[in-house]
Structure formats: C-alpha cells, structure tokens
C-alpha cells in the first residue's frame, strides 16, 4: 500500500480534474444565461481538494528517511520547500481568481460569459500550479518511489 496507493491517489485526482475541466468547456461551448453546471458537488469538491490531499499522501508515504535526507544537501531541500509553498500559494491565488471571475458571470456584467472563460482558464492555471509545482518539490526535498518490503 505505501507505493502504489500514493500514485492511485494522484491519478484519481487528476483524472477528477480532467472530467470537471471537460465536463465546463462543454458548459461554455453550449452556455445561456442563468445556466447551472450541471455536475455533482461531490465531484467538484474531489477535484479541488484531492491534489493538496494526494501530495501531502505521496510525502508522508514516501518521505526520504535520515541519511537520503542528508545525502540531498541543505540546498536542495530548501528549493524543494520554497517551490512548495509557491505551488500552494500560487494554487491557492488561482483557485480564489476563478472564484471570483465565475462570481462576476453571475453580476450584470457585461459579457458573462467571458468572465466564465476566465474562470475556466485560472481553474486550470491553479491546478497545474499544484500538480506541476508540487511533484517538482517533493522531488527535490527527496521523495521517492519506495523499494519492496524484502529487499
């Protein structure tokens, strides 16, 4: 379980993102006013939430022990956390910019659903920000695939 269920996990998650992402360009291809996303809260809340989950699974999981930890450098590992927490802010910044855009759509804005298509694009700059930014991280603070129990 500690090797695979990480990467299950991870795969499940953006494969959770890729259905949501299709599932709205669908939406705004055949968009009206006053429309609802027609997907069910559970799966949205999948999407937005499993990455952060999955990431910190594959650290805990996989985290390097001591001496690995030693042998990356003092270097490498602060990159690893600083790439990290810009991966997560920049999720997060993205995540609340969507929000927002989408919220606009919904004020007598003009061209709603130009505001729609922003949502959409800063959706998708949020979570390749945490997927691309995140497993780059880990990787540099020493994450990786475990050896089998016997050998």
């Not at 695979?4 to 993102?17: D, V």
């Not at 990786?144 to 050998?151: D, I, L, M, T, V």
Request: glycine fraction near 6%.
């Amino acid at each position: 379980m500690k090797r695979w269920f990480p990467l299950a996990f991870l795969g499940a998650s953006l494969l959770a993102n890729i259905i949501v992402k299709v599932l709205y360009a669908q939406y705004l291809s055949t968009w009206t006013k006053y429309a609802d996303f027609p997907i069910p809260q559970s799966l949205g809340l999948f999407a937005l939430l499993s990455l952060p989950v999955a990431l910190v699974l594959l650290w805990k999981l996989w985290e390097p022990d001591e001496q690995r930890r030693y042998e990356l450098g003092k270097h490498r590992r602060w990159a690893g956390k600083i790439l990290l927490w810009l991966s997560v802010f920049a999720w997060f910044f993205f995540g609340v910019k969507a929000i927002v855009e989408a919220w606009m759509a919904a004020t007598p804005a003009p061209d709603p659903l130009g505001w729609l298509e922003r949502s959409a694009l800063m959706s998708i700059l949020s979570t390749a920000c945490l997927a691309i930014g995140g497993l780059v991280a880990l990787w540099l603070m020493g994450a990786r695939f475990p050896k089998k129990a016997g050998k």
